[in-house]
């Protein structure tokens, strides 16, 4: 079955700093993958998505992630983090089903950012 | 702009009390589902519906129904709300069978009382 680890559950980064959140799945096959954001109260907006080809996925708002199949590995990355970017962030791994498909959530990663 | 709307926002009940929650979608898309999302924990699907087929998680408590009337329309009914089951109700659509994006909706918070 399919799993998602996101082995950072609190991140705090200053304002105008890097960022790079962690994301390791566990699928059989080749793997769509998601990152999502979800500010608080709010439903899930998707960053971007890997379904095949360059390795190198660039998404809204300035973020980008890379697909390691050797690593089972799909981290998100933004050069520079602004004070709106403070949100939860979940990534996800797809699965096509009979019928629709489903998707499999880390536990997310919370990012907080200072001034 | 197309989208995926859910009503109410937020939504309170009383223990044992039946409440039905409500999306709509204007996307025109093939597959809705439904997932709970509880305080500090990732979305868990609950099920799905491709059209009119219905498929159920396989530790969706029963409890928990659904209906999708049309295409725009799909409605999460708790027969019997326990303490447990306040959380986030989020609504999702996608187009088909692939493994592809799902859209979600705002989300409905449901507590109970």
């Known amino acids: 079955a399919q799993s998602v680890t996101q082995p950072d559950i609190h991140i705090t980064v200053s304002e105008g700093a890097s960022l790079e959140l962690r994301c390791n799945y566990s699928?059989?096959?080749?793997?769509?993958l998601f990152w999502y954001v979800q500010s608080p109260g709010q439903g899930l907006q998707l960053l971007l998505k890997?379904?095949?080809?360059?390795?190198l996925v660039q998404g809204i708002k300035g973020f980008e992630a890379e697909f390691k199949r050797s690593q089972s590995s799909f981290n998100l990355r933004k050069p520079s983090v602004h004070w709106s970017d403070a949100a939860e962030y979940f990534c996800?791994?797809?699965?096509?089903?009979?019928?629709?498909?489903?998707?499999?959530f880390g536990a997310g990663t919370i990012l907080r950012v200072k001034s | 702009d197309a989208m995926v709307i859910q009503n109410p926002r937020y939504q309170v009940t009383q223990f044992g009390k039946p409440v039905t929650l409500s999306c709509s979608q204007t996307?025109?898309?093939?597959?809705m589902y439904w997932y709970q999302q509880k305080s500090s924990q990732a979305p868990k699907l609950l099920f799905h519906?491709?059209?009119?087929?219905?498929?159920n998680e396989a530790d969706t408590p029963d409890n928990f129904q659904s209906r999708r009337p049309n295409t725009s329309f799909c409605f999460l009914d708790i027969r019997s709300p326990g303490l447990g089951d306040a959380a986030m109700y989020l609504c999702?659509?996608?187009?088909?069978?692939?493994?592809?994006?799902?859209?979600f909706g705002p989300g409905t918070r449901l507590t109970v009382l």
């Open positions: 999702a659509t996608s187009r088909g069978r692939l493994a592809g994006e799902q859209f």
């Open positions: 699928y059989g096959a080749t793997p769509y």
């Open positions: 890997y379904f095949s080809g360059d390795t």
């Open positions: 996800a791994v797809g699965a096509t089903m009979e019928y629709g498909n489903k998707l499999v």
């Open positions: 996307l025109n898309h093939n597959v």
């Open positions: 519906y491709y059209d009119k087929d219905f498929n």
